[in-house]
Each structure stands twice: as C-alpha cells, then as structure tokens.
C-alpha cells in the first residue's frame, strides 16, 4: 500500500506513442509528456532522407554540432547595449537620402504587397521626395529610389519595416562582440505607417517623431555613457509577463523607467517631455522594436559560422517569407510564399480583409522570445488566440528544434527554462516541427492599418532550400 501511494504521489513523465491529440492533452494538464513521432523525417521525400542521413554521419555531425554550439554560443553570450538614438542617415551603413529601407527579403515595389507599397509612399512623402501620395507612387516606380532590406543593412523594422533617411533609430552594440544593430522607433498603434497607413495624421506623427521625439531621446543617451543593458531588462520584462513581441507591457514600463532621469536632464521644454511622455503612454508597444534591435543585435553575432545549421534570420514582405541560415553566410536568403496569419479580428473585419504574414519581427522568434516564450506571457493569449495551455505548451515544444536554453533570459513558470535558442534547421526537417510566430495583422489593402493578431509558421520549403544549400557546403 505504501508503494502504490509513493506511486500516485510521484511526479508522473510519460511517452505517447500513436494519437497525438492524447500527449496534447497530458501537457495541458502539466504532466511531462514526449510524443513518439512516427512520421518519417522530412515529410518521406526520398531526395532529402538521403541528405539527411549524409549530414547525420558521424563525422559530418561533429562538425555540424562543433559549428552549432560555437554559433548558439556567441547568440546567448551576445549582451545588447542601447547605445543611442539618432537619424538613420547618420549612423546606418550605406544609408543615402533616397534608400528606404524595408522588412523581409529583398522585394520591387511592384511586386510589393499593399501595405508596404502604402508605407513607402508615406515614406517619399515624409522625406519631402513628392507633395502627395500618387506622385509618391510615381517616384517609387521611377528608379530613383534604391529598396533595400533592413537585414542587408544591420536592421530590423517591424511589420512594413520601411525606414528612411530621416528617421531616428536606436543603436544597439553588441558588449560581448562589438557588432552594432539599428531599428526604428515606434510610432505606437493604430493607423501608423508600419502598418501601411500614410494620411496626413501619420505624417505629421512622424515629423514630430523627426523633430521632437527623437532627438529628446538622442539628447538623453547622451548623458548615459554606459548604456542600458537590454539583456538584462528583456530577462526582466519576461519575469513580469510580457513575452517581448506583441506583450510589452512591462518592457516599456522598465524601458521608460530607464531613460526617464536622462530625459528630464535635456534642454527640451517641460510641454515637449509631457508630449513625448504621453506619446509612450499612448501605447505598449513603445519597446517592441528595441528588443527586435537587442535579438538581431545577438542573432548577428551567430551569423557566418562556417558548417552551423542554425536560423540567425527570420522575416517576410507580405509576399515573401526569407530565412537565412549561419552557415551559408552573407545575405543568401532562402524564400517562401509569406502564410496566413490565423488569429482574432478587430471588430467590423475578417480574414478577407487581412494581408499575409509580415515584418521583420519574427527575428525575436529566431532568439527565442515571442511566439518561443508565450509561456511567460499568458496575458497574450486573449491578443492572438489559444488558450493558456497551449501558450505553455508552444514554449516547450519549441525545445525540439533549437540547440540550447539561454540560460540569462528564463521562464519563471517553466521551472526558469532559459528560452529555447538556435533554431536549427536539421531538426525542423527531421521532427516536421515548424517555428511558431505570433504576429499583428495588417489590412490587405494600403492606408487602414492593424486590423488584428494571431498566430503563423514560416513555409517548410525555406527549410528544405536552406538543407539542400548547408548540404551541398558541408564537406
């Protein structure tokens, strides 16, 4: 009898083989439960099992381990440092008065989807480059504008992602490793440029934004000669809820906190620190692009390992989702068709109305937070539907495909498990798991704005591309 209730007492680990909707179940109740897969590795597809069995050869492996564990390695050890505040044009690399900058893969204008052909626009306008929006599409197609990704220029934009000349960015420095990354500020929510709206309104917010609100905050850092340790206020703001995508509450609430007794020591007057800070009261999200800065500012540090499998890029254009992968290096993107964003609708619209997956913020999936750390944030599930057991569950199962926890950003719930890091694209082919990614949602037509927010994956074909491209390099 004392054996059968040590039995009962005793902390229960099973193994499901079969029905997978029944080790579904077990997690949601807490229990530990491992799914035996039963699916061949990569989908069955004969070309691919080969390759996989080439790059699971003892010797190949070794490498490919060696290489992933230096690449996670320089990821997690990587400490972000929020250096600054100034225009692009004056600190960004290869930036000029007609480059704008946009999320995802390299794209045309033409081929652009809707909202980012809306936010260029309201770009070329807001640089003074046309007097209104249909010369602004005009200037667009006329070849005077160069279009280039933010990756390809050490940035990160979220959602359109445009940023032009005139546009103040942070500056993130890589302590551990001297790399630097830039991100735009946050114009807030609702209809914002990001999100392809351009009226006159989200003009005159963003001169503003030009001529008030960004040099305050190049004037405060100025007095902060140190910086501010993003890492260890990102391990912050998960502790208090937020998972650093689309919950940032706690993040900006420490952001602000920061750069509070730097901003009151500059020359504005007391009218313009009201107006800046009701402006980071308007919203949340006012830290959301600095922790897209703080993990491309450690992803880039993981970049170019020479034989490592792992994912340092994740983004897409509305059209196109891209990856790029360490040990290809360089800006060689593996591309896919950009998904369907599944999740609540504002009220008054409908999956009709949304545009497909994109941004450049699934870079905090890539460094695992975000959609990798829902379990910290089960705040957000009400933003992008699921229910608070799969938000756990998203956290654990994410654990499949990366190489490591990163052991200085943790989830408190989940007994302090280090965010699942170094996404690798040998698992994601052999397990048939895909990355998670929560997300807002644009309209698909340019001008409206956020209309909603959810859940997606990235397209399966940019992982096989990415083996059949690391295959072909690894010797």
């Known amino acids: 009898m004392t054996k059968r209730n040590e039995l009962f007492q005793s902390k229960v680990n099973t193994v499901n083989v079969g029905i997978e909707f029944i080790n579904e179940d077990l997690k949601k109740q807490g229990i530990e439960s491992h799914q035996v897969n039963w699916a061949p590795p990569a989908g069955g ?11 699971n050869e003892p010797g190949t492996l070794e490498k490919i381990q060696k290489a992933n564990e230096e690449a996670v390695s320089r990821i997690i050890q990587s400490k972000p440092v929020l250096v600054g505040y100034d225009k692009a044009l004056n600190v960004m690399p290869n930036m000029t008065k007609n480059t704008i900058l946009h999320a995802g893969p390299p794209i045309a204008y033409a ?3 809707g909202p980012m052909q809306g936010a260029i626009q309201g770009a070329i306008v807001f640089e003074g480059l046309a007097s209104d929006l249909e010369e602004a599409d ?26 032009s000349a005139s546009m103040y960015v942070h500056i993130i420095k890589n302590e551990t490793y001297g790399n630097i990354a830039y991100t735009n500020l946050s114009e807030q929510l609702a209809k914002v440029l990001r999100f392809g ?47 650093c995508h689309n919950r940032n509450v706690a993040g900006t609430t420490l952001l ?16 313009q620190m009201k107006e800046v800070f009701e402006f980071i009261a308007s919203s949340d999200y006012f830290s959301g692009p600095t922790w897209m800065g703080a993990a491309k500012c450690a992803l880039d540090a993981g970049h170019n390992v020479e034989n490592s499998t792992l994912v340092t890029t994740m983004c897409r254009n509305g059209v196109e989702f891209g990856i790029r992968v360490s040990g290809i290096g360089g800006n060689n993107w593996f591309t896919g068709p950009a998904q369907r964003v599944i999740g609540p609708m504002f009220a008054g619209y409908t999956q009709a109305d949304a545009g497909l997956d994109m941004g450049d913020s699934a870079i905090t ?33 994410m654990k499949e495909i990366t190489t490591a926890e990163n052991p200085n950003i943790t989830i408190p719930v989940l007994n302090f498990m280090g965010i699942p890091s170094g996404i690798d694209v040998l698992k994601v082919m052999e397990t048939g798991m895909l990355p998670i990614i ?8 340019p001008g409206v704005g956020m209309i909603g927010a959810g859940l997606t994956n990235p397209p399966m074909n940019v992982f096989k591309e990415a083996l059949v491209a690391l295959a072909a390099k690894i010797h």
């Open 365 to 397: 999936e890539t460094y695992g937070i975000g959609g990798f750390a829902m379990a910290a944030a089960p705040a957000i599930v009400p933003l992008v539907g699921g229910t608070v057991a799969e938000a756990l569950n998203y956290s654990r199962e």
């Open 256 to 271: 602000v906190q920061a750069l509070t007794p730097y901003i009151v020591q500059t020359d504005f007057t007391k009218e």
């Open 111 to 113: 081929d652009m989807c």
């Open 138 to 163: 005009k200037v667009a197609r006329s070849g005077e504008i160069i279009f280039s990704p933010c990756h390809e220029h050490d940035a990160v934009g979220s959602m359109a992602g445009v940023t």
């Open 197 to 243: 709206a351009n009226d006159q309104t989200v003009i005159d917010r963003l001169v503003w934004m030009r001529d008030v609100m960004g040099p305050m905050l190049h004037d405060a850092m100025k007095l902060c000669p140190k910086g501010i340790d993003l890492r260890l206020m990102l391990s912050q703001a998960l502790h208090m809820g937020d998972e």
């Open 45 to 55: 597809d004969a070309e691919l099992l080969k390759l996989l069995d080439r790059l």
């Open 438 to 445: 929560n997300t807002a949602i644009a309209h698909k037509d």
